[in-house]
């Protein structure tokens, strides 16, 4: 199962909108609308962000919104502001059963 | 809310089998319906999913490392355990134990990783 494809990295200026893609296959993020979302500051656990493609959790910033379309999922991070800065990791559970994880994209706060 | 939390040895060598434990807090594992999942993550990486144990004790595992992987379920100790036998320096990483949400699957709950060196 290889990895799910992600940009290294993505900036922005504060108050402005990322996106970051995430592209799998018909087996993964196209096959199912299973895909979670990640934060990861350096050094600490990673924390969900958005799952089943669009859903935040009790707590998340409304700033965070997540999409698919076809085998491509995105996550969206408006009003950008310097806590955004940290990795970003997103996952699909795959029609083998298994969860994969993308390559994991870095994003900067101009 | 619940809490996870990993121990084990931090320094393995080559050959040898890993062992871990999440002991979790704040809630049963027994109850529920979550996958006690095992993810790891090597300096600088990107996150790996290991495997994971239902509360019924069935289990799951990566196909790349389903060859050496066991995971089990201790309720008594409200405990789950991650064994990697035949290891090498490629399974050096920071493990992390968390619970995972069925469906729609996300791993909402993370304890806050365990370094592990495989070093002789």
């Known amino acids: 199962q290889s990895a799910l494809t992600q940009p290294a990295s993505v900036s922005g200026s504060p108050g402005q909108s990322i996106t970051i893609s995430c592209t799998g296959t018909?087996?993964?993020?196209?096959?199912?609308?299973?895909v979670s979302w990640y934060q990861q500051h350096p050094g600490k656990a990673p924390k969900l962000v958005i799952y089943g493609v669009t859903q935040r959790p009790s707590g998340v910033s409304d700033r965070f919104s997540g999409s698919k379309s076809g085998n491509t999922a995105s996550l969206t991070i408006s009003g950008l502001q310097a806590e955004d800065e940290s990795d970003y990791f997103c996952?699909?559970?795959?029609?083998?059963?298994?969860?994969?994880f993308g390559t994991g994209t870095k994003v900067t706060v101009l | 809310q619940v809490q996870l939390q990993e121990s084990g040895p931090r320094l393995v060598k080559p050959s040898q089998t890993l062992s871990l434990t999440c002991d979790v807090s704040g809630g049963s594992i027994s109850s529920g319906s979550y996958y006690w999942t095992w993810i790891r993550q090597p300096a600088g990486k990107g996150l790996e999913w290991i495997g994971h144990?239902?509360?019924?004790?069935?289990?799951n595992y990566s196909p790349s490392l389903k060859s050496r992987v066991t995971i089990s379920l201790d309720t008594s100790k409200n405990q789950f355990s991650l064994n990697l036998n035949s290891v090498t320096a490629a399974d050096t990483a920071v493990y992390y134990c968390?619970?995972?949400?069925?469906?729609?699957?996300?791993?909402?709950?993370w304890g806050q990783g365990t370094p592990v060196t495989v070093s002789s």
């Open positions: 968390a619970r995972g949400l069925i469906i729609p699957p996300a791993f909402d709950q």
């Open positions: 996952n699909s559970y795959t029609s083998s059963s298994t969860y994969v």
């Open positions: 144990i239902y509360t019924s004790g069935r289990t």
């Open positions: 018909s087996s993964d993020v196209g096959a199912f609308n299973y």
